[in-house]
């Protein structure tokens, strides 16, 4: 018998996160005919050992029908399988066969090149016959250079990756041909409509229709090259050819190909995963792989794999090259693509381009040889993203050995460098010997010799005297049926890993990597936090023993896993040990249980006398503990009650979740408060002239009156059914999410679903009422004079919203609906009870802890989310009413604009979000401090600031074009707009201080500056819709006012130089003008103004 972490958490994600995915090189995998090659037919025998290690998908490398140059990298027919390996049938069979037994398979799309012998739609033979032949333009092709002697030059100094020029001539057409891997690998040009056409019908569809489903997308960042081909920078001054991955990938429409491609896969539910070396910029990584820009599902990043290599060459090493800290750093940069965003990234250490891992960072000799190869299982199956394993991995295959000769190795690319070395140094034995030393570190050869299935002189993967490639010698002490017999073995440990991987899913799949004991230079050691607990993962990267990080202390933790074959000495880690810790996170447990199955060896999961109280054998009723000891009892919802199924009682539990059902709980009655306590009650955390007058405002204001008086079904509900709020979401959900990102779509529903028995639920349904009729007032229809008038579902908001209690907490849900009220108020132009609200929306804010580290650490990643996209709306709104009123400022920033990720709230309104989080950044009390000096008689503004803070408002948005593009057009009239409606008060501050000039060297205190803006607002306008920007309300109308007020007053004061510049400002004018109008309520004062001086401008010629 045995116990396993089993999770009953339903997946909330899609298939491909959750998955471990099983590599498989096909010529060296297992032979079932006898001629020394493996086939599809031996992988189809191994598919129940493959399905025993705990695997979800299977990924086969190229099996397509090719010369081989590059081992089946070089493909001549997509819709053909190589004959050495098999037939189309027999991939049939395998793709049926693996689903039989409930995984998935991928393949290899290589499709940045094809091979020189290509029989598709463009051949590349075709290609080449004629400059004027149709198919010409399928590869990339390009004339010679000549140097000042006359000599023909290729047209760059790119390098190949397997050495020489990237370029080849050819002589029958007099013309270059682009190969970034071996002169038969020909780059097909991916600017060429039909190429792209080719590739995803014949490349793409053909096998996603017999199965297939997804794809490993081979260098899926070289598809694009930038179209002037420029030379690479000087690298290796020794050198010919230049080391070139950084001009030719991600090239300018890389973009634009993977959206297409994904319009396909997504047809599919098919996974991706891309190669894509070169690319040291997260942010460009971050645009592959973020769901919502539905490009790729995940990357392979090179960082890991990297380590240690050359910086020329990647061969220009000495074995072993690298830190420990280099290691930590690496998967760090990996790990961290995920924190905050809707990105997902992978995990792994090898496959058929990388020698073996145990070689390269464990330790091969006997003594350590297992347990390293056990360390390495539990570090990297612990990391964020889906998780990869390569064959052979699972048994700990090594290095082949050092004794063996060069004319072992068989792959192009070592062959080629060893070449390479004996031409420059002329056969020097020295230099060779180096070579040969860092080949056999870090070869592919190594992870391309045959699996080993047994302890026989050609391991079990052939009957054949010879195979294609030597066996390792090693399959005499590492091999499968060796493993499979042991419970210690290397192979045991891998099953028992990847079920505490997926029984912890939460932590180890899907948690937040955050690095520890930095510098440490034998342990490597992180957490992963996830929302029902913490893990901590130490790794002794030494064959000494080691002391137990500090960081490991504590009562509410436990070792979870370990390698080593006893239990571990709680003070020091053993040399190569790896260890899992677990934490619980306040009353929360791990989400997992206890199991029985027969038959299978015992894990390394601790005894339950070690196990902290909240991981325990559980009974079918959840329980949790509270704070004080005591265990509490969760209240299922209805649906799981009625179908008599654990329900975690949670808001929407999982359960519901899963299957899309209404996730309903019994009402609770509400305790009976002991007083009333209106927030009218709460001290304002701001000292302003002005506050008197507000309290004026607000004792003549009715409904303030009523707030928090005595209250009945029968007057809250008023013969509302919830027909009317659900039609209202769409466009809550398209017009206000975006700019009041707080309460998600979910909670909304649900507030709904409650709101009959939750007076806050309520109160905050009619706020989101009133908000969206708001921001949408001209874009629907007048019903009735109820159902339009917003300020009468203001006024039920308030009336509805209980009091708060002394010994409750505040709620995000109620603060959000004083937000809403707020804007509605302004909307309305009732600005000083505006104000009131704004500053219980501050103060409330302070009361959630949002800006105390220790407060927000104890909340789950959503929580944390959701406060941070509370204080940033409050944020906004605050400075916008200060400088637009006059007001101080009480709120300070968070440390970063930037906001966790949220799976209910989509990445491009968190993304448009954050921008214009950081355009306010820069209203401070110091911008203030000046813009209210403006207005007075104290001037001190020097030109340095304003030049200063007009280049911080333009770094904003500067240089991301892409990210602007990418956001909804509203996000991007928002952002523009009040970029330059910041700018512009930094010119007015200016021109107050007579700072200006008629010199355009510095924009910013260029007496002509706001007829520029005036240029770029129209320009901006007439590519959106009126739609766009009128649901903005108020806020941008204020803006676009102040704009058009300024920009007339320059055109007033500040001749034209020609007639058709004077004709020019006046059509930018009146057209900022007549659309100024037509918005929704225009404020009266500001359109008489406008229009006295559009008059002033007719009756002087403008």
């Known amino acids: 018998m045995r116990q396993l972490l089993i999770n009953m958490t339903i997946s909330q994600h899609p298939w491909w996160k959750d998955a471990t995915v099983y590599q498989i090189y096909p010529a060296s995998f297992q032979d079932s005919n006898g001629d020394g090659v493996g086939d599809l037919c031996g992988i189809i025998k191994r598919l129940e050992y493959i399905k025993s290690i705990g695997v979800d998908v299977i990924w086969v490398c190229p099996m397509y029908q090719s010369p081989q140059i590059d081992m089946g990298y070089d493909i001549s027919d997509y819709q053909a399988v190589h004959e050495p390996y098999g037939t189309v049938a027999d991939m049939e069979e395998l793709i049926n066969k693996v689903h039989e037994l409930g995984m998935r398979i991928i393949l290899d799309l290589v499709v940045n090149h094809t091979s020189d012998q290509h029989a598709w739609p463009a051949r590349f033979k075709q290609s080449r016959s004629s400059k004027s032949d149709p198919k010409r333009d399928w590869y990339i092709w390009k004339p010679a250079k000549y140097d000042d002697s006359g000599n023909r030059r290729p047209p760059n100094n790119w390098r190949s990756n397997f050495g020489g020029s990237a370029w080849q001539w050819d002589e029958h057409t007099q013309e270059y041909y682009l190969h970034l891997f071996c002169p038969e690998q020909p780059d097909l040009n991916w600017d060429n409509d039909e190429t792209r056409k080719a590739i995803y019908d014949n490349a793409m569809t053909f096998w996603l229709e017999k199965g297939c489903d997804g794809f490993r997308v081979d260098t899926v960042n070289m598809y694009s090259k930038d179209p002037a081909f420029p030379d690479a920078p000087i690298t290796d001054p020794d050198a010919e050819w230049q080391e070139a991955g950084l001009v030719y990938c991600n090239g300018p429409h890389m973009n634009e190909y993977l959206m297409e491609m994904n319009a396909i896969l997504s047809q599919y539910d098919a996974m991706t995963v891309g190669e894509c070396p070169f690319t040291p910029d997260q942010k460009q990584v971050h645009r592959y792989v973020s769901a919502s820009k539905k490009r790729l599902n995940m990357v392979f990043q090179f960082d890991l794999v990297d380590v240690g290599q050359g910086k020329v060459f990647k061969y220009g090493t000495t074995p072993f090259a690298y830190t420990l800290g280099d290691l930590k750093a690496a998967i760090s940069r990996t790990q961290g693509l995920i924190h905050g965003s809707d990105a997902w990234t992978t995990s792994f250490v090898e496959n058929h381009d990388q020698a073996r891992s145990v070689s390269r960072f464990g330790n091969d000799n006997p003594e350590w040889r297992e347990r390293s190869a056990k360390m390495l299982a539990l570090l990297f199956a612990s990391l964020s993203g889906t998780l990869f394993v390569y064959q052979g991995q699972e048994i700990g295959m090594i290095n082949m050995p050092p004794e063996w000769p060069i004319e072992e190795y068989k792959d192009v690319d070592s062959i080629n460098y060893y070449n390479m070395v004996a031409q420059r140094s002329e056969n020097d034995g020295k230099e060779l010997s180096k070579a040969k030393a860092a080949l056999q570190h870090l070869a592919r050869d190594h992870a391309r010799t045959p699996m080993q299935w047994d302890a026989s002189s050609n391991g079990g993967f052939t009957d054949a005297a010879q195979s294609w490639m030597r066996v390792n010698t090693s399959t005499a002490e590492i091999n499968v049926e060796q493993q499979r017999a042991s419970k210690d073995s290397v192979l045991s440990f891998w099953k028992q890993m990847l079920a505490t991987r997926k029984a912890s899913s939460d932590a180890l799949i899907h948690g937040d990597f955050e690095l520890v004991d930095e510098g440490n230079e034998k342990v490597f050691s992180f957490l992963k ?574």
């Open 529 to 1102: 936090h996830g929302e029902s607990g913490s893990a901590l993962i130490m790794c002794n990267f030494s064959s000494s023993a080691s002391k137990v990080p500090s960081v490991a202390s504590g009562k509410d933790r436990v070792i979870l896993f370990h390698n080593l074959p006893s239990t571990p000495d709680e003070s020091m880690l053993a040399p190569w040990e790896g260890r899992i810790y677990a934490f619980c996170k306040n009353s929360c447990a791990w989400p997992s249980l206890l199991i029985e199955e027969a038959g299978t060896p015992a894990p390394r999961v601790m005894n339950h006398t070690r196990r902290p109280r909240c991981i325990s054998n559980s009974s079918t009723t959840l329980h949790t503990q509270s704070m004080d000891g005591k265990k509490q009892r969760h209240k299922a919802c209805k649906a799981c009650s009625s179908r008599k199924v654990r329900c975690n009682g949670q808001q929407r539990c999982q359960q519901c979740e899963h299957l899309n059902l209404r996730c309903e709980y019994p009402p609770t009655l509400p305790r009976q408060a002991k007083r009333k306590t209106p927030l009218t009650d709460l001290k304002f955390p701001v000292t302003s002239p002005s506050i008197p007058g507000v309290l004026r405002e607000l004792a003549a204001a009715p409904h303030v009156q009523q707030y928090g008086d005595a209250y009945t079904s029968k007057e809250r509900t008023n013969g509302e059914d919830a027909t009317f709020f659900l039609s209202l979401l769409p466009d809550f959900e398209t017009f206000v999410l975006p700019f009041h990102p707080v309460m998600t779509m979910r909670e909304a529903h649900d507030a709904i679903a409650t709101m009959t028995q939750d007076r806050e639920a309520e109160a905050f349904i009619y706020g989101l009422v009133a908000i969206t009729l708001n921001l949408t007032h001209s874009l629907r229809s007048q019903t009735t004079a109820e159902k339009s008038d917003i300020e009468h579902w203001v006024f039920k908001a308030l009336d509805t919203l209980p009091p708060v209690q002394c010994q409750e907490d505040i709620s995000v849900r109620r603060v959000a609906t004083l937000q809403f009220i707020h804007v509605c108020l302004m909307g309305l132009g009732r600005h000083g009870v505006a104000f009131y609200y704004l500053r219980q929306s501050t103060t409330m804010l302070e009361l959630l802890g949002v800006g105390d580290a220790e407060t927000m650490s104890q909340l789950s990643l959503t929580e944390r989310a959701q406060r941070q996209r509370l204080h940033w709306t409050i944020f906004v709104h605050e400075r916008f009413y200060a400088i637009t009123c006059q007001r101080s400022i009480v709120l300070p920033p968070l440390t970063t604009t930037k906001i966790e990720s949220d799976p209910d709230i989509p990445k491009a309104i968190t993304d448009g979000f954050e921008q214009i989080a950081r355009l306010f950044l820069h209203i401070d009390q110091d911008m203030l401090s000046r813009w209210f000096a403006t207005f007075g008689s104290e001037r001190f503004i020097e030109p340095g600031w304003i030049v200063e803070k007009n280049r911080q408002i333009d770094a904003e948005t500067a240089g991301s074009d892409e990210e602007i593009a990418e956001l909804s057009h509203m996000q991007q009239a928002d952002l523009i707009i009040t970029k330059h409606w910041l700018r512009m008060m930094v010119w007015q501050m200016a021109i107050s201080n007579c700072l200006l000039s008629s010199d355009r060297s510095e924009q910013s205190m260029s007496l002509l500056f706001p007829v520029d803006v005036s240029a770029q607002l129209r320009a901006l306008i007439i590519n959106m819709t009126k739609g766009t920007i009128e649901v903005h309300g108020s806020g941008i109308q204020q803006k676009l006012f102040e704009l058009t007020d300024t920009i007339a007053s320059v055109i007033l004061t500040v001749p034209a130089s020609s007639p058709d510049e004077k004709r020019q400002r006046m059509d930018d004018f009146s057209f900022l003008f007549e659309f100024w109008k037509s918005l929704p309520r225009p404020n009266s004062v500001q359109r008489e103004l406008l229009e006295s001086k559009y008059r002033r401008l007719v009756d002087i010629g403008l």
